[in-house]
Nanobody
Framework: QVQLVESGGGLVQTGGSLRLSCAASGRTSTNFVMGWFRRAPGKAREFVAGFTWDDTATYASEALKGRFTISEDNAKNTMYLQMNSPKPEDTAVYCC??????????????WGRGAQVSVCS
């Protein structure tokens, strides 16, 4: 099985920065893709950023792309989400997700337990 473990969450002030990490273990390979989702209080879980089947970084919106940066370290099987100047509305539980690579589509099958990110003014 694949296991995903998030780390790096916590409290951050508006204008600060935070980096989330997601370490993958198990049957991961070059055919494995990872991404980030989040669930804010009172809202449904939404996609934040991730890597597509062709290893291209994608973001939920241009606004997020300007503040968040997704990256990966294949040698460590670890994915990162750099959050620069987060806003209070970014407060949420951030979950790492994984899937097998398939051309043109991604079915998120594996999930981490989540990491709380709280942004205060």
């Amino acid at each position: 099985q694949v296991q995903l473990v998030e780390s790096g969450g916590g409290l951050v002030q508006t204008g600060g920065s935070l980096r989330l990490s997601c370490a993958a273990s198990g049957r991961t390979s070059t055919n494995f893709v990872m991404g980030w989702f989040r669930r804010a209080p009172g809202k449904a879980r939404e996609f934040v950023a991730g890597f597509t089947w062709d290893d291209t970084a994608t973001y939920a919106s241009e606004a997020l792309k300007g503040r968040f940066t997704i990256s990966e370290d294949n040698a460590k099987n670890t994915m990162y989400l750099q959050m620069n100047s987060p806003k209070p509305e970014d407060t949420a539980v951030y979950c790492c997700a994984g899937a097998e690579k398939v051309a043109g589509a991604t079915t998120w099958r594996y999930w981490g337990r989540g990491a709380q990110v709280s942004v205060c003014s």
